[in-house]
């Protein structure tokens, strides 16, 4: 592996711990400290997801154009600008202000590093390397190391106020804006810059392609349960968020100790296609368990069983999908496109977590519908996604047989 590929997916690893100090205690802060209504605080987690999400095409695009290094070391600074204000916001138009700032900074570096990561192990399959889906599954280690890190810095930075877990997850940034001035390269040999203009009437008339985003954009609405739904039926079954934590850290732990293994044999059994098909159904079956049980309203260590086999279920899911997604989208893209198609990727992700995620904060909300509706709709959505999942893998997306 190459020095680059390992500061790559160290940098995956960096941004995570400093990300996840915060997100996952954020929609107890709105609600609790800042008074919000479920609505609200569900769009406030949608506008942050589309601000990042949604808008990776433009980070994608800068990407092609001016390089990996500006577009990572920019985004950087714009990080620790939002989360230093997300400390001291205390209205709602500043809570919103630096939810957009954070997630915009997002929108930048990530799509830089995870388009250089994908080429870089296109790269190396083709130069007898191995696998691409190997490269990007310890990719999504390396992101879940982070996310099992940062949720424990915050949580025990929370003892203190959320205030200081902002300022801890900013000064995270700091170290990596520092490492990154020194260690990135400036130009990365053999990628060609191009203009930023251009690119996008191919790129919405790619109809496998789209199919690959609408897939994953159940699966990432999905996941995003976990910071909007899932704080929610824990504090039902426990009266606090303390249990919060620790179900973000198995959820981390299993990614850590298993997304090597689920990817070779993926790999080894399943073509691209049947991988997400497969990934999408376990999310829907996690949420089928927490609705099937909600209507008994079991609280305490019995009422946690279904929201722990819900995360181990959506992170199974999440493990077949997202190394496969990011695999497929050099095969889709066209020629010096790849950031901009894998800002695509995300940017109608995001698009569809805003609209999905506002619509469920309003059903958590709304206290006189079933106590398993609210479940059952995102069960449904990811359920149905498998239908739009792209029929053809692909110039090169199927790993090789006993690879991994």
Same mark, same amino acid.
């Given at each position: ?13 960096? &941004? ?16 609790? %400290?800042?008074?919000? =209504? ?7 987690? #949608? ?41 001291? =916001? ?13 997630? &915009? ?32 599954? +310890? ?8 996310? &099992? ?14 205030? %200081? !877990?902002?300022? %801890?997850?900013?000064? !995270? ?37 789209? #199919? ?32 919060? =934590? ?13 997304? +090597? ?8 059994? +399943? ?21 099937? %049980? ?6 305490? !260590? ?5 929201? =722990? ?45 805003? +609209?999905?995620?506002? #619509? ?33 893998? #692909? ?10």
């Amino acid at each position: 592996m190459t020095p680059l590929l390992r500061l790559l997916i160290l940098t995956q690893l960096a &941004f995570n711990v400093g990300f996840f100090a915060v997100l996952p205690f954020l929609a107890a802060h709105l609600g609790q %400290a800042i008074g919000m =209504a479920g609505w609200l605080v569900g769009l406030v987690l #949608g506008l942050r997801t589309f601000s990042q999400q949604g808008l990776f095409v433009v980070g994608g695009a800068l990407t092609d154009r001016y390089g990996v290094r500006p577009v990572v070391l920019t985004g950087c600074v714009l990080r620790i600008a939002g989360f230093g204000w997300l400390g001291y =916001a205390e209205r709602t138009w500043a809570v919103i202000g630096s939810v957009l700032l954070t997630g &915009f900074a997002a929108a930048l570096f990530s799509p830089a590093v995870e388009s250089e990561v994908a080429r870089q192990a296109v790269l190396r399959e083709e130069a007898g390397g191995g696998p691409r889906t190997r490269v990007l599954a +310890l990719f999504t280690v390396a992101g879940q190391a982070g996310a &099992f890190v940062g949720p424990l810095l915050g949580a025990l930075l929370l003892a203190v106020d959320f205030r %200081a !877990v902002c300022l %801890a997850g900013a000064g !995270v940034f700091v170290v990596v804006l520092a490492g990154h001035a020194l260690l990135l390269p400036r130009r990365v040999p053999g990628r060609r810059q191009v203009r930023v203009r251009g690119g996008t009437r191919d790129l919405v008339r790619n109809r496998a392609f789209l #199919g690959l985003c609408c897939g994953y954009g159940a699966c990432l609405l999905a996941y995003n349960q976990l910071y909007l739904a899932l704080p929610a039926e824990v504090a039902r079954a426990t009266g606090s968020q303390t249990a919060l =934590a620790w179900l973000f850290a198995l959820s981390s732990a299993l990614v850590v100790t298993a997304q +090597l293994p689920v990817t070779r044999w993926a790999g080894e059994r +399943l073509a691209p296609r049947r991988s997400m098909t497969a990934g999408l159904l376990l999310t829907a079956a996690g949420f089928t368990v927490v609705a099937a %049980a909600r209507p008994a309203d079991v609280r305490g !260590v019995a009422g946690l069983l279904p929201a =722990a086999v819900l995360v181990v279920l959506l992170t199974l899911g999440q493990m077949l999908v997202a190394p496969v997604a990011r695999a497929w989208v050099p095969d889709l893209a066209a020629d010096g496109r790849l950031g901009l198609y894998t800002g695509a990727l995300s940017s109608v992700s995001g698009l569809i977590v805003l +609209l999905g995620s506002a #619509g469920t904060g309003t059903l958590l909300d709304a206290g006189w519908l079933p106590p398993a509706l609210p479940w059952l709709v995102p069960a449904g959505m990811t359920a149905v996604a498998v239908l739009v999942l792209p029929r053809r893998e #692909g110039r090169r997306s199927r790993p090789a047989p006993g690879c991994g």
